[in-house]
């Protein structure tokens, strides 16, 4: 079956340095790749998509790559801040042709950033 | 631009009743769906309506059902509810059919 795979557990890290987070998936050929934030209580912000046929791509302190062989997707945040802190979701799309919106999301890691 | 806007944003409902969620889409957005989200199952896809059609169903029993007005508002329906129905339901609207834009939600509680 179909899985989407996010470490569960909280990444703690320092103001200042690089948060990477993981997304893993199985039995799925995304047409792409998208990164939501969301903050408790409210719904999730898009990010940054990527498509199945780019490696890398960036925004501002943010990254993101797709490696459709592995299947993993890497999120970076460089110098991150304290108002980092949230959930990170990853999503994916399968691109089936039956056209329209139908995202999987993977259950998100909560990021810490201490001051 | 205003956002997506949900009403209500918090609802408290008892087991058997059921419930009307509204969703108002971004101006010129045309595709709207449906999310449940709970703390054991996560973000899971309810439906996708365009055009005033459901172009995508998720996974759950047919007492969920939605639908859209030509203006593309939609609203969601939950029928006979049960208490494993509590969870945050959030809209998004999209325009390109790629990145989605959400609402805050409603907040359902089932007693």
């Known amino acids: 079956s179909q899985k989407i795979e996010q470490n569960s557990e909280a990444l703690n890290i320092q103001e200042g340095k690089t948060a990477t987070l993981t997304c893993n998936y199985t039995?799925?050929?995304?047409?792409?790749l998208q990164w939501y934030r969301q903050d408790p209580g409210r719904g999730p912000v898009f990010l940054l998509l990527?498509?199945?046929?780019?490696k890398e791509k960036r925004k501002e302190r943010l990254k993101v790559t797709f490696d459709t062989t592995l299947k993993q997707s890497l999120f970076h945040i460089t110098a991150s801040q304290p108002a980092d802190s949230a959930t990170y979701l990853c999503?994916?799309?399968?691109?089936?042709?039956?056209?329209?919106?139908?995202?999987?999301f993977g259950g998100g890691t909560r990021l810490m950033v201490k001051p | 631009k205003a956002g997506v806007t949900q009403t209500p944003r918090y609802l408290i409902k008892t087991r058997g009743q059921q419930v009307t969620l509204s969703c108002s889409p971004i101006?010129?957005?045309?595709?709207v769906s449906w999310y449940q989200q709970t703390p054991g199952q996560g973000l899971q896809f309810l439906f996708e309506?365009?055009?005033?059609?459901?172009?995508n169903k998720g996974n759950f029993p047919g007492r969920f059902s939605g639908r859209q007005f030509s203006n593309s508002r939609s609203e969601m329906n939950v029928s006979t509810l049960e208490l494993g129905d509590s969870a945050l339901y959030l809209c998004?609207?999209?325009?390109?059919?790629?990145?989605?834009?959400f609402g805050p939600g409603t907040r359902l509680t089932v007693l």
């Open positions: 101006s010129g957005h045309r595709s």
């Open positions: 309506y365009f055009s005033e059609t459901q172009r």
């Open positions: 990527i498509r199945e046929n780019e």
């Open positions: 039995n799925y050929s995304p047409a792409y």
């Open positions: 998004a609207s999209s325009k390109t059919g790629s990145e989605q834009f």
């Open positions: 999503a994916l799309e399968s691109g089936n042709n039956n056209a329209g919106n139908m995202l999987t």
